[in-house]
């Protein structure tokens, strides 16, 4: 087997060969798979918004992966315990139902930097925001409170 790459995403480890046809020629298959797979369950506008972004970030060099598209409401919940009920920082305003995740119109998105998903606030958010929000879709960036550079919706 001749390993080209190895990519980590979502704590799987896949390894590209050279046999892997990509979907997408300028992902690498496990990025654009995961890709198809959250894209599948979100609504139909976003779905080719978010594609859009995808392919325009790929031009520029950078893969992008939809870390999370649809959530359920009960996921939302467990968000939004956290901070109040549960340990760590306030994440979300929105309770479980409330977010537009849970309607399917929101993404988050992840850098892969050096094959592995990357939420880090070096990577270039402030790009990804732009070309999301050139296919005009609404940019956690933009938010006032608790910005979200990962998150894009409809
Ligand atoms: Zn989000």
Excluded: C
């Excluded at 972004?53 to 959530?71: F, K, N, P, S, T």
């Amino acid at each position: 087997m001749d390993v080209l790459d190895i990519l980590i995403i979502g704590g799987l480890v896949y390894l590209l060969t050279k046999s892997q046809t990509n979907e997408n020629e300028n992902l690498p298959a496990p990025a654009a798979n995961k890709n198809a797979a959250e894209l599948a369950r979100v609504n139909p506008v976003l779905r080719e918004k978010a594609q859009f972004v995808i392919d325009e970030m790929a031009r520029r060099g950078y893969v992008v992966v939809v870390a999370e598209g649809l959530r359920s409401n009960a996921v939302q919940a467990k968000y939004y315990a956290q901070g109040r009920t549960t340990a760590g920082a306030i994440i979300t305003y929105k309770k479980g139902g409330e977010s537009e995740h849970n309607k399917g119109r929101a993404v988050d998105f992840d850098f892969i930097v050096n094959g592995r998903q990357s939420n880090s606030l070096s990577n270039n958010w402030a790009l990804l925001g732009q070309i999301a929000k050139s296919a005009g879709l609404t940019w956690g960036g933009d938010y006032k409170k608790l910005k979200d550079y990962r998150h894009v919706e409809i």
